[in-house]
C-alpha cells in the first residue's frame, strides 16, 4: 500500500511556467523525500528534506514539509521541456528506511 | 561501478517458472532495497538490507518471494512459481550509510508473466 497521495495527478504547463506538485502522507517520517521518474534515467533522487526542516531549495527546486498538516510540496520553476517526467513523494519511516513513495504526477512541459 | 546496475532489463517467465533477479548496487554501499512498480503507479517498498542483515521484508506479497544479500554486496530477488500478478518493474536501490538518505535506482528489471 502506498502512502504519499500527489495531486495533481496530471499536470500540463507551457515552457517558461512554474510547476507545484503536493504530496500528503500518513504517517510519522524521518524523511521525505522527491524523485523524478523517466524512460530514460529511470527513478532518480532530487531533493530530501528532514522532518525539522520547513523549506529547502535545490536550483529550481524548491520543498516545503508542514509535518503538523503532513504535507510536502515541490515547487519547479522556469519549468524546461526535459522537466517533463513522472514526479514521486516519497516517506522514511522514523526507523530510517522503510520509504513509502505516493502515486506521482505526471507532468508534462510543452516547448 | 558507477552506479546501481541490475539484471536481466527484461524476463518473461511462463507462469509456475522460478525467476532470479540480479541487483548489484554501488560499490561500499551499506543500504539496499527492492520495490515494485506496476504499470502507472509508485514504487511499492518490498524489502531492505543493511549489509547482509534483512532488516524488514515486510513488503514482500507472499511467501513466493525471497530475497538475500549473502555477502553484503550483491542481491538476488527470487520469484517462486510465478503468477501473473507478479508480472511489474522490479527496482533495486542501494544509499550509502544506514537507511535511506538518498537511494540510487537501478534500472529495473521488467518482468513479464504469460
Known amino acids: 500500500s502506498q502512502q504519499g497521495e500527489e495531486d495533481p495527478q496530471a499536470l500540463s504547463i507551457q515552457e517558461g511556467e512554474n510547476a507545484t506538485m503536493n504530496c500528503s502522507y500518513k504517517t510519522s517520517i524521518n524523511n521525505l523525500q522527491w524523485y523524478r521518474q523517466n524512460s530514460g534515467r529511470g527513478l532518480v533522487h532530487l531533493i530530501l528534506?528532514?522532518?525539522?526542516?520547513r523549506e529547502k531549495h535545490s536550483g529550481r527546486l524548491r520543498v516545503t514539509l508542514d509535518t503538523s498538516k503532513k504535507s510536502s510540496s515541490l515547487l519547479i520553476t522556469a519549468s524546461r521541456a526535459a522537466d517533463t517526467a513522472s514526479y514521486f513523494c516519497a516517506t522514511v519511516d522514523t526507523g530510517g528506511f522503510k520509504t513509502i513513495f505516493g502515486a506521482g504526477t505526471r507532468l508534462f512541459v510543452k516547448a | 561501478g558507477a552506479g546501481v546496475s541490475q539484471s536481466p532489463r527484461y524476463k518473461v517467465a511462463k507462469r509456475g517458472q522460478d525467476v532470479a533477479l540480479r541487483c548489484d548496487p554501488i560499490?561500499?554501499?551499506?543500504?539496499l532495497f527492492w520495490y515494485q512498480q506496476a504499470l502507472g503507479q509508485g514504487p511499492e517498498f518490498l524489502t531492505y538490507f543493511q549489509n547482509e542483515a534483512q532488516l524488514d521484508k515486510s513488503g514482500l506479497p507472499s511467501d513466493r518471494f525471497f530475497a538475500e544479500r549473502p555477502e553484503g554486496s550483491v542481491s538476488t530477488l527470487k520469484i517462486q512459481r510465478t503468477q501473473q500478478e507478479d508480472s511489474a518493474v522490479y527496482l533495486c536501490?542501494?544509499?550509502?550509510?544506514?537507511?535511506?538518505?538518498?537511494?540510487?535506482f537501478g534500472q529495473g528489471t521488467r518482468l513479464t508473466v504469460v
Open positions: 536501490a542501494s544509499s550509502a550509510g544506514q537507511g535511506n538518505t538518498e537511494a540510487f
Open positions: 560499490s561500499g554501499h551499506v543500504s
Open positions: 528534506i528532514r522532518s525539522n526542516e
